[in-house]
């Protein structure tokens, strides 16, 4: 079944603990991407890669890096977690960078930082 | 950058009435318009979309019209039953952009009462 899987999905850290939540996608897509949801505010970008190796920045990027050394994952990393990083995290992923395909989410991963 | 925004925030209807949903875009150079729908505890699937060549389009209960001129797109839903009780996101993007980034409005809420 071709899907975007994460994990954990949900974690509870405290401020400064160094976490990372994995994503890996199964369809041999070469885009993937980070988003973090909070109310009334939709699905921000935090970074997205177009390709092994290629990493960007996306609209909220601080406090978060990311990695694409393989194709099919792309952990996201928060070095000191901070209580403002308190969100639900989605991973998302489709074939081409450019093009108008259909971008396929992950099922979120709930963060709560203390 | 782009702006999406979104209204209503949530939206109660009977069930067999229908749902309207409007969003507006800032960045003219959009062209690529498509429709989230997020169920409890999953993440957001893709459910219509429209590019900006297109005025109109429908899919079965649903419907996405375009207004390029005045940089608006709305989802309508007809006969809407318990089911489509979810968050709907509609996102804006430009294909044929590097890295082609979705902006997401923020969110609708909506509850079908049977």
């Known amino acids: 079944e071709a899907q975007v899987t994460q994990n954990p999905r949900y974690l509870i850290t405290v401020t400064g603990k160094k976490l990372t939540v994995t994503c890996s996608q199964n369809m041999n897509h070469e885009y993937m991407s980070w988003y973090r949801q909070d109310p009334g505010l939709g699905l921000r970008q935090i970074y997205y890669?177009?390709?092994?190796?290629?990493?960007d920045k996306g609209d909220v990027p601080e406090g978060y890096k990311v990695s694409r050394k393989e194709k099919r994952n792309f952990p996201l990393i928060l070095e000191s977690p901070s209580p403002n990083q308190t969100s639900l995290y989605f991973c998302?992923?489709?074939?081409?960078?450019?093009?108008?395909?259909?971008?396929?989410f992950g099922p979120g991963t709930r963060l709560t930082v203390l | 950058g782009e702006n999406v925004e979104q209204h209503p925030s949530t939206l109660s209807v009977q069930e067999g009435d229908s749902a309207v949903i409007k969003c507006t875009y800032s960045?003219?150079?959009?062209?690529?318009f498509p429709w989230y729908k997020q169920e409890l505890g999953k993440g957001p699937q893709l459910i219509i979309d429209i590019r900006s060549n297109v005025g109109e389009k429908k899919d079965q209960r649903i419907a996405v019209t375009l207004n390029k001129t005045a940089k608006h797109f709305s989802l309508h839903i007809t006969e809407t039953q318990p089911e489509d009780s979810a968050v709907y996101f509609c996102a804006a993007s430009t294909v044929g952009a590097a890295g082609n980034k979705l902006t997401f409005g923020g969110g609708t809420r909506v509850l079908v009462k049977p």
């Open positions: 960045d003219s150079a959009s062209n690529y």
């Open positions: 998302a992923s489709k074939s081409r960078p450019s093009g108008p395909d259909t971008q396929y």
């Open positions: 890669s177009m390709n092994v190796e290629v990493t």
